[in-house]
């Protein structure tokens, strides 16, 4: 009888509406409205989501087969077998830990915290003995990032420069038919980068997977555990053609003479890869006083570094940060901060420092009426880019919720895409944003 | 503090002392382990009302109490988990899953004493045992109830409560809580009562918020009661549980 009290309560399926507008300072506009569906049985645990995407220029519908995994459990041990997110680390906007999963990138930071990691097909055993567990993680097939290069407000490169550039290329010297040229160059450029939206992602090549080790504790009073992983990396590691680079960097076109070397362009214009990785870390979470505290810090063998010219590179990475957490009644208030070093610097770092101090915060308040407030910041001291969010919402009735968000990014002017000093945040500083909120679930 | 609104039951003894009343009330009667699902009720000021949904195992070996809640409704909480193990003599802290972020947040135990889950109830208001500190007088007494006035002097948030307790099922059908000014603050009132395993419990709690102008509602809808430690064993109160 107890079982299936229990049974009741949790195998109730779950569905949820929601459709957002955005509305930006420039033309551009969007509505996304996202349907998910979700389930969670003893032994099953699945969910579903629809994205349907309007903007001014297309409209979109996508389907994300989300969680999907077993769970099977004897004595100490563990099983799940799926497609599944698992967390590492303590830091929810800074973490360098959670790597497991690919990160969704295409709607930058209007992304919510639940749809941002993308579930993987993976295979976890967990040991758990009292309070200590060791878990082993392994997946068939590396996960990745999915980003957005061009042609949305969250893209790596800039909508406005890269029209800029394209607009200024038209005047560079050259005796070919330079606009056709152009748009079939950048057109070979955007079917060369990998498309990580899609339900079934593009081929990957087949070896040994990743794989990943968590050691720890987790008491009431504290929880810590080290980690290990040796996996291909989350993001790509893009290089543009070398001779595409030196016409940018020349600010001139091929001539008639040139013609095996824009075959070469066309061919490959960018090349992506995913290099291999170690990464080795630890983290904490306990109280302090009347805090929580949260910790963590690792180190990557090969972390991917972007450089100008989109001319990526990996280097040896270190980072340590910390978390406050403060609580009362149902207001929270987060703080957390990192610290990082790449070991051996690139030359020219692009959209990412080699040494920097990250600062987020997040605080939620509850106000009268059953009103909500959620302030969000995030800064880079190094990069000297942030942004700035609030979110007023209210649940209207057990079924109607309504909020309102805003959104301002920060970081400082640029006139070329491939030598931008700040970072990403600074990229996409024109898309400060309003948008409106009405979630419903029966 | 009074309330142990989850878990009083019948008594059949009739004492005079109201400290010897509050606690027949609380020690003897309430059961020690309990699988409920209780829906809360929150009536915002302006009439508007959320409903959560809820599941709380409790489970006490001596003076150790444990508390699992699984929130099951409204989506945005949906399979948050609350753990709190709570030894008398210190600060522990509470345990926290955030479904969203798959993520244990660890909450400082000097911070328990806010509101529970943005209800009108303070934790301390569900805390099932006398602090040891409050000084008891009983105020009236007729044949169907006492009325006895409770304060602690180490209590930040109240400056005493009346209590009404029925002498029929020992039940306190009314506590009324006064604010440091001498204004009453809130009103607990029992509206409902089941009979579960031969005993009087309350079914339906209101506290109202007189300062705010809110109420909140928590009301049973199943309880399975005197539950054996293999039926809530020790492993369900693990921080290890609640990431399974």
């Not at chain 1, 968000?405 to 700040?422: I, K």
């Not at chain 2, 009979?195 to 809808?221: A, E, F, L, W, Y």
Request: with cysteine; aromatic share 10%.
């Amino acid at each position: 009888m107890i079982g299936l009290l229990i049974h009741t309560a949790i195998a109730t399926p779950q569905f949820e509406l929601e459709s957002q507008s955005y509305i930006y300072p420039s033309s551009y506009w969007e509505q996304r409205t996202v349907g998910t569906f979700s389930l969670q049985q003893d032994r099953w645990t699945n969910s579903l989501r629809i994205i349907h995407k309007i903007t001014d220029q297309k409209h979109q519908i996508e389907l994300q087969g989300w969680e999907l995994y077993y769970t099977s459990q004897r004595a100490h041990f563990t099983l799940e077998i799926g497609n599944q997110v698992i967390r590492w680390g303590q830091l929810d906007l800074l973490s360098d830990l959670n790597i497991i999963n690919g990160i969704d990138q295409r709607f930058g930071p209007t992304i919510k915290p639940q749809w941002a990691s993308i579930p993987t097909a993976s295979i976890r055993l967990t040991h758990r003995l009292q309070d200590w567990n060791t878990s082993l993680i392994w997946l068939p097939i590396s996960a990745r990032d999915s980003i957005s290069w061009i042609g949305t407000p969250w893209g790596i490169l800039s909508n406005d420069h890269v029209d800029a550039l394209l607009n200024e290329a038209q005047r560079w010297s050259g005796d070919l038919i330079t606009e056709s040229l152009i748009q079939d160059i950048l057109r070979s450029i955007q079917e060369s980068l990998p498309n990580t939206s899609n339900l079934f992602p593009d081929d990957q090549p087949v070896d040994y997977g990743d794989i990943g080790l968590r050691i720890g504790k987790d008491s009431i009073a504290y929880a810590s555990h080290i980690y290990a992983s040796w996996m291909r990396s989350r993001r790509p590691l893009a290089r543009l053609n070398p001779e595409l680079v030196r016409f940018i960097k020349e600010e001139r076109l091929p001539n008639s003479l040139e013609l095996g070397v824009i075959n070469d362009i066309l061919e490959e214009p960018v090349q992506i890869t995913y290099p291999r990785q170690l990464l080795v870390g630890m983290d904490l979470s306990t109280t302090l006083s009347v805090f929580g505290l949260r910790a963590e810090t690792c180190f990557v063998s090969n972390k991917v570094r972007p450089m100008t010219y989109m001319q990526g590179s990996t280097r040896p990475y270190i980072s340590g940060a910390l978390a406050l957490d403060y609580a009362f009644d149902m207001n929270v208030l987060i703080l957390e901060t990192k610290l990082f070093s790449v070991l051996e610097p690139v030359s020219n770092p692009w959209l990412e420092a080699n040494q920097s101090v990250q600062i987020a915060g997040v605080g939620q308040f509850s106000l009268p009426y059953s009103f909500q407030l959620q302030l969000t910041g995030q800064y880079d001291t190094s990069l000297q880019d942030g942004l700035i969010q609030s979110i007023l919402s209210r649940r209207i009735t057990d079924n109607w919720a309504i909020s309102l968000q805003a959104m301002m990014l920060y970081g400082p002017e640029s006139d070329n895409p491939f030598t931008y000093s700040s970072g990403i945040l600074g990229q996409w500083r024109e898309y400060d944003h309003l948008s409106l909120r009405i979630q419903w679930n029966p | 503090m009074l309330i142990g609104f989850l878990t009083l039951g019948l008594a059949y003894a009739q004492p005079s002392d109201p400290k010897e009343i509050l606690e027949t009330a609380i020690e003897k009667k309430q059961f020690n382990n309990s699988i409920q699902i209780l829906t809360m009720s929150l009536f915002a000021k302006n009439g508007s009302k959320t409903v959560r949904s809820m599941e709380i195992h409790l489970r006490k070996d001596d003076e150790v109490l444990r508390s699992y809640t699984r929130f099951t409704s409204p989506p945005e909480i949906a399979n948050t988990q609350l753990l709190f193990v709570d030894h008398p003599q210190q600060e522990d802290p509470q345990i926290l899953y955030l479904p969203a972020l798959k993520r244990i947040q660890r909450i400082s135990g000097s911070k328990k004493k806010g509101s529970f889950m943005g209800s009108d109830f303070q934790y301390s208001d569900l805390e099932l045992s006398l602090s040891g500190n409050e000084t008891h007088a009983l105020l009236s007494e007729d044949k169907k109830n006492w009325t006895i006035q409770s304060q602690d002097p180490q209590n930040k948030q109240y400056k005493y409560w009346i209590t009404t307790i029925s002498k029929e099922d020992y039940i306190p059908y009314k506590v009324q809580y006064y604010a440091k000014n001498g204004n009453l603050l809130k009103t607990l009132s029992i509206e409902e009562t089941m009979n579960v395993d031969n005993r009087i419990i309350p079914k339906t709690t209101v506290m109202t918020n007189h300062k705010k102008g809110s109420k909140t509602q928590i009301q049973i809808q199943e309880i399975k009661v005197n539950l054996s430690e293999e039926a809530l064993p020790l492993e369900r109160f693990t921080v290890q549980q609640m990431e399974k």
